[in-house]
């Protein structure tokens, strides 16, 4: 028989429901604050420190070039958002899924932003112009497309592997065992 995407969609909400209900009991409870070297930490000009000089940062320019992306990958969240909130119900498995995925990947930007300005691991400045940029520029569906449920929840699917390998390989190249467990 012939689904449109929304039956289809609703045919999948058990397997979506017992998905997410096993994704959430097997997840490590983990929390950003606990990732960050807090003591490697001090204040920026502004408040009498000294500002960011390329000579403090202990990462190579590869894991700089690492971080940087996969930290502008999580902060345009809120775009990523929008499109696939806006083809899913915020009622029931899939409205979980929707939401626990984005408090899980807001955690992801928040420990990596904390790590990269504590460790003075790139010019904060520079990243925070490219991150206003970058969500000023936001994400969104090609224009005209009908891209729809299906196509956010493949979206998603290649982006959380893609992310994974990302981060992994982020996390080796930077040479801090910090920073190889946050990622």
Not at 52 to 75: G, H, R, W
Not at 108 to 135: C, F, K, N, Q, S
């Amino acid at each position: 028989r012939d689904l449109t995407q929304l039956e289809l969609l609703q045919e999948l909400v058990p397997t979506a429901e017992d998905n997410v209900n096993r994704h959430i009991s097997m997840a490590r409870e983990w929390h950003p604050h606990d990732y960050v070297p807090w003591d490697e930490g001090r204040n920026f000009a502004a408040l009498g420190g000294q500002d960011y000089d390329p000579e403090q940062s202990k990462l190579s320019d590869v894991a700089q070039a690492a971080m940087i992306t996969n930290l502008l990958t999580e902060d345009n969240l809120p775009s990523y958002h929008r499109e696939i909130a806006e083809n899913f119900s915020r009622d029931g498995a899939w409205g979980t899924w929707v939401g626990r995925w984005t408090a899980e990947e807001n955690r992801h930007g928040i420990v990596m932003r904390d790590y990269l300005v504590v460790t003075r691991g790139v010019d904060p400045v520079a990243l925070e112009e490219a991150r206003m940029i970058h969500m000023t520029n936001g994400y969104v569906s090609p224009a005209g497309s009908q891209v729809g449920l299906l196509h956010s929840v493949a979206y998603v699917t290649f982006q959380e592997l893609a992310t994974r390998v990302s981060h992994r390989n982020t996390g080796k190249v930077c040479d801090d065992p910090i920073a190889d467990r946050m990622l």
